[in-house]
């Protein structure tokens, strides 16, 4: 969400060698080590000079008789110590595919996606503790659960990063320790999914897979190559210059009710063109901090406050995440259950749980100057279109009733992809999606491509899902992606 963006920001830059408390040595470490009251098992990483310290089967969330899940830190560098939490998949762990989950924000926990959409327990009739999902993702995949950049979630250190391009290295780190930590989940089908400000993570952590992988094929990197088959975004936000004028579009024209008139629909179309646009091409010219966070500042100022504002006043409560009703919004209760601290010292979490971390897009130093701004206008199109082009297979999907990353303008960016069948998938109508002959929604997909349009679902798709019959044959094909 835009206007909500949250993040802590430290002394981090982009392109330092990512070092982690490890001695240096010529062989991988193994052993156990107790940390307040906590036995964690851990693994010293020489590779990449890191600590994976994990607690096995905690008897948290998955029960599941037989299926192990590991929850812990990767420690990437001095006060940098990355969350994680594993679940085997409940089908055929040795075989199934490797998914790794990022929520957006930037700076959201991914327990949110664990706990109210994918994950293999959700908290259901307003109970305490979390019964087992039926429908989770780990039914079919192996699932990783990342709490980054640090700072969100149980991730914690004295530095943390400022840009979705800075957490890339830190994510592929994870993995190679995480592969040499785990060797029989290596050498698989690998795939990332994410929603909502995914739509920067996905593409830049893909392409960066992609990147590194290349370096390994050249003899350039001695590490492993991580398998990815997959790219699953729901509602994400990749571009503000196709996004932000389908926000206009949206509100005026959409599948369940007009929110504004066609005077303010008109005027909010010329502040567009004449205040966003130059400064959105600026952003995409020079590409600084400061001219894209002036981009983001035009288009909220012109744009999103505006409409929010009307909103506000016309429909009191409104939720943005889902224009039909307020009260259809995933609930928040694993939050209350993750800063027990009986769930913490099980888990092996080292610090209070926050599901959203920092403030705002930005950090302030002691006087209120502001010293680093995350939130900007960047487009993560061009990450995306090097996916795509490497034969990665890409699903874009969204919830029709969502604003934020509304289907318009994800349609948009799916349409701008740059690849070989960029001009067939763009003049390509959409075709109905049916489930037991009742259509759900509506899709097109050429090669390693597809956008689907989910009808009645907001912007965390996959919690609509548990409430019609779509979900079971939809998680089945986002992950059979992945064979």
């Not at 420690?75 to 939490?85: A, D, I, L, T, Y």
């Not at 928040?332 to 599901?355: C, I, M, P």
């Not at 209120?368 to 993560?380: H, K, M, N, P, Q």
């Not at 002959?437 to 609509?464: C, W």
Request: proline share 4%; net charge negative.
């Amino acid at each position: 969400m835009q206007w909500i963006l949250e993040l802590s920001v430290g002394a981090f830059l982009a392109g330092i060698t990512l070092g982690g408390p490890v001695s240096p040595s010529t062989t991988n470490r193994r052993y156990l080590e107790e940390q307040d009251g906590v036995k964690y098992n851990v693994f010293e990483h020489r590779a990449t000079n890191s600590k994976l310290s994990f607690v096995k089967n905690s008897g948290i969330c998955e029960t599941t008789p037989g299926v192990n899940q590991y929850s812990g830190y990767l420690s990437v560098g001095e006060g940098m110590n990355m969350w994680f939490w594993f679940f085997e998949a409940r089908e055929n762990p040795r075989q199934a595919p490797l998914v790794a989950y990022f929520e957006g924000g930037p700076g959201d926990a991914a327990e949110y996606g664990l706990f109210t959409q994918n994950g293999p327990c959700h908290f259901v009739n307003n109970e305490t503790s979390p019964s087992l999902n039926p429908y989770s993702f780990n039914n079919y995949a192996n699932m990783l659960y990342v709490d980054q950049p640090i700072g969100a979630g149980f991730s914690y250190g004295n530095a943390t990063v400022n840009s979705t391009t800075a957490a890339a290295p830190i994510v592929w780190n994870l993995l190679q320790a995480f592969y040499d930590s785990f060797p029989e989940y290596a050498n698989r089908d690998f795939g990332i999914f994410t929603e909502s400000y995914g739509g920067h993570y996905g593409p830049e952590f893909a392409s960066y897979i992609l990147e590194q992988n290349a370096a390994i094929s050249r003899g350039d990197l001695h590490a492993k190559e991580i398998r990815l088959v997959a790219l699953g975004i729901s509602n994400g936000w990749f571009d503000a210059t196709i996004q932000e004028k389908a926000n206009i579009e949206y509100v005026y024209n959409n599948s369940y009710r007009r929110l504004i008139n066609e005077t303010f629909y008109k005027e909010l179309l010329t502040r567009y063109d004449i205040k966003c646009k130059p400064a959105l091409d600026k952003c995409a010219d020079v590409g600084t901090t400061e001219a894209c966070y002036a981009a983001w500042q035009s288009y909220m100022n012109e744009i999103d406050y505006p409409i929010i504002g009307v909103l506000n006043e016309e429909y009191p409560g409104f939720y943005l995440g889902d224009i039909r009703d307020p009260s259809l919004r995933a609930p928040t209760t694993h939050v209350a259950y993750l800063q027990r601290l009986d769930v913490q010292e099980a888990l092996g979490a080292k610090v209070n749980f926050s599901e959203h971390s920092g403030a705002a897009g930005f950090i302030l130093s002691g006087d209120g100057e502001v010293l680093i701004r995350l939130v900007d206008a960047r487009s993560f199109v061009s990450q995306l279109s090097s996916v795509v082009q490497a034969g990665v297979r890409v699903l874009i999907w969204t919830g029709d009733a969502d604003y934020v990353s509304n289907w318009l303008g994800t349609l948009g960016v799916a349409d701008s992809i740059e690849w070989l069948g960029k001009e067939e998938f763009a003049n390509q109508d959409v075709r109905p999606y049916t489930l037991n002959g009742v259509q759900k929604g509506t899709f097109k997909s050429l090669d390693n491509l597809t956008f689907m349009r989910i009808f009645e679902a907001g912007h965390n798709v996959p919690f609509y899902r548990k409430f019609n019959l779509i979900r079971l044959r939809l998680d089945w094909e986002l992950l059979s992606m992945l064979t």
